[in-house]
Each structure stands twice: as structure tokens, then as C-alpha cells.
């Protein structure tokens, strides 16, 4: 059997040198005031010295891009296309511990809030589906069963190992997005949106609700006047 492979198009194909795309969610506007209180109540409890990530920046990452295993079109494209199969519920994320994870390839220690266990499953099929959406397109995404869904907060290359539960944020996941960053730079660029499925509410029954009742025929005395005299 004869292999075919593709030559991947060096020109307006691949991300430029020092570029990369990845989905994620993005917390609300109140989820990252609280997140951001976290990280600075941490931050002084701990004495933890780094760089914040900034208010804007906040993300949980979902997935990353696939390595093309063709292209005819470019990377980019794909990634959107790939987004746009996924249906999945939106759900409620909830972030209830602290912790620093194990330091990088740039010995920087990501200090970190982690999802309870609801929260991390619920973001865990989500990243599957992306994967499973991309693999369909040609994009392989590695390692998708190894995921510890958190928000970064600080990075640094001397915080001390902390690990501890905290008083839960929450928000409620109704899209994920496509981000673009660029290595080097505390530069985000956010280039999709697409929302997930809202389940409708179940019906409320309430008495209002129905239909008048007809009158009813006077019912005859059974027991009339009494004709003992």
C-alpha cells in the first residue's frame, strides 16, 4: 500500500514563527475580579514573587491546536472550522483550590486556581469534543485524556509549593474561544467566539396556567322540604 502525503504550502498555511493557537474559556467580568482578589490575597499570604497575569488575559485553556497531519487550507481556517462542529451544554465552572504546578520548560512555576471535580469533567468533554473536531479536519491533538483544567495567575521562577482549597468562584461556561498568542509577548488575541448549547428550562406548572372550568348544572335536592307536617 502506497502512502500518500501532502507537502504542507509554505505560504499563508502554517502560523508564522513564534505564533500559536489554542481554545479556551474565558471567565465573566465579576469571575475575574474575584479571580484577580484570589491571586492578590495569595500573593501576600504567601509571599509569592512573579508576574501576575493580567485582569484581561484570565483564561482556562481548553485545547490546544493539532499538528496538521495535511493542509489545504490554512491552519487557522481549520481551527475555526473545526470549532464550529462542536455542540456541548453549557455548564458551571467552579474554581476551588490554589496550587503551583511543576515548573516549565522556562523553569517558570505557574501558580494556579484549580476547578472542583464537576467543573473538570464538564471541561474535559468539551476539550475532547475540540480535539475530536480537529482530528476530523486533519489536525492531531496529543495528549488529550492528560488535563488539569485551572487559570493561571502568576508565574514565576522561585514560588514555593502551595496547595490549598479556597472559597469557590463560579461562572457559568456559555462560549469558548479561539485564542492567538505570541511567544515572548504578554500579547492575547482572541479571533473566534462560539457559544455553547442552552438548555431550555423546564416548564414551569402553575394553576394560572389553566383553563377556566365550565360551570357546573345546580344539582337537584335530594333531601328537599320536608313534608312531615
Known amino acids: 500500500m502506497?502512502?500518500?502525503?501532502?507537502p504542507?504550502?509554505?505560504?499563508?498555511?502554517?502560523?508564522?514563527?513564534?505564533m500559536h493557537f489554542f481554545f479556551a474559556l474565558l471567565p465573566d467580568a465579576p469571575a475575574r475580579v474575584e479571580i484577580a482578589r484570589a491571586g492578590e490575597r495569595f500573593r501576600k499570604s504567601h509571599r509569592l514573587i512573579g508576574t501576575p497575569v493580567d485582569l484581561d488575559d484570565l483564561h482556562l485553556t481548553l485545547c490546544d491546536m493539532g499538528k496538521p497531519e495535511w493542509l489545504e487550507q490554512s491552519l487557522e481556517s481549520?481551527?475555526?472550522?473545526?470549532?464550529?462542529?462542536?455542540r456541548v451544554?453549557?455548564?458551571?465552572?467552579?474554581?476551588?483550590?490554589?496550587?503551583?504546578?511543576?515548573?516549565?520548560?522556562?523553569?517558570q512555576y505557574p501558580f494556579v486556581l484549580g476547578t472542583d471535580d464537576p467543573s473538570g469533567a464538564?471541561?474535559?468533554?468539551?476539550?475532547?469534543?475540540?480535539?475530536?473536531a480537529q482530528q476530523q479536519l486533519g489536525l492531531r491533538v496529543a495528549g488529550?485524556?492528560?488535563?488539569?483544567p485551572h487559570v493561571t495567575l502568576l508565574r514565576?521562577?522561585?514560588?514555593?509549593?502551595?496547595?490549598?482549597?479556597?472559597?469557590?468562584i463560579s461562572w457559568?461556561?456559555?462560549e469558548f474561544v479561539l485564542i492567538r498568542s505570541f511567544f515572548g509577548q504578554s500579547r492575547l488575541e482572541v479571533i473566534g467566539r462560539w457559544p455553547l448549547v442552552v438548555e431550555p428550562e423546564p416548564e414551569r406548572f402553575s394553576l394560572a396556567d389553566l383553563d377556566d372550568l365550565p360551570e357546573l348544572p345546580e344539582e337537584p335536592d335530594l333531601f328537599g322540604p320536608s313534608r312531615l307536617g
Do not use: C, K
Open 89 to 107: 451544554t453549557s455548564f458551571p465552572l467552579a474554581l476551588d483550590s490554589a496550587m503551583r504546578l511543576s515548573a516549565r520548560h522556562d523553569n
Open 8 to 18: 504542507i504550502p509554505p505560504h499563508g498555511r502554517l502560523p508564522s514563527r513564534g
Open 2 to 6: 502506497e502512502l500518500r502525503t501532502n
Open 144 to 148: 488529550v485524556s492528560s488535563y488539569l
Open 78 to 86: 481549520l481551527l475555526i472550522a473545526a470549532a464550529e462542529q462542536v
Open 156 to 168: 514565576g521562577g522561585s514560588i514555593d509549593a502551595v496547595q490549598e482549597s479556597m472559597t469557590p
Open 172 to 174: 457559568l461556561a456559555r
Open 122 to 132: 464538564a471541561a474535559f468533554g468539551l476539550r475532547r469534543a475540540i480535539a475530536e
